[in-house]
């Protein structure tokens, strides 16, 4: 591989890094379109285990916006440990390592969840987007806090 094909992996490796981490942080931010616009258009796979498994980015976004964009739902997702792999020009599958926290903001009631996600990716008019996500946690805690920090 010369020197231009290296940078340019590179450069492939650090777009699907940033979409991922682009997706993360909107879901944090309650950022809909943003989180929308991370998944391609079209016949997609979602599937996220008993929240549900999703064919097209509408439905995931609308179960999205029903459960967590509500003022009292803080939500923390922390995406580590990225293998990706390229598998052609335009098509590559990664897996990620997530820690998610949830805090119902009114009630106290908290979760944390830690598990993994199996993505693939595809280039799509100059631009990478998640064709396929399966997230499967491993482990769950589930608790109460007596409050929480001031914003």
């Known amino acids: 591989m010369n020197l231009d094909q290296r940078i340019a992996r590179l450069e ?23 989180i929308r616009d991370c998944f391609a258009a079209g016949p997609v796979l979602i599937d996220y285990g008993p929240v549900g498994t999703f064919h097209e980015r509408d439905s995931f976004v609308a179960l999205y916006q029903s459960l967590a964009c509500h003022e009292r ?11 990706i792999e390229l598998i052609g020009t335009d098509e590559a599958q990664g897996r990620w390592a997530l820690y998610y926290f949830n805090l119902d ?3 106290g009631a908290t979760r944390q969840l830690g598990g993994l996600y199996r993505d693939r990716y595809r280039r799509i008019d100059g631009q990478w987007r998640i064709v396929e996500t399966i997230f499967r946690a491993h482990s769950m805690v589930a608790g109460q806090t007596l409050s929480t920090a001031p914003a």
């Open 12 to 34: 492939v490796l650090e777009a699907i890094r940033q979409l991922k981490h682009r997706y993360f942080n909107a879901c944090d931010l309650k950022e809909v379109a943003v």
């Open 73 to 83: 739902v803080i939500d923390l997702h922390h995406g580590a440990n990225p293998e």
């Open 105 to 107: 903001g009114e009630s």
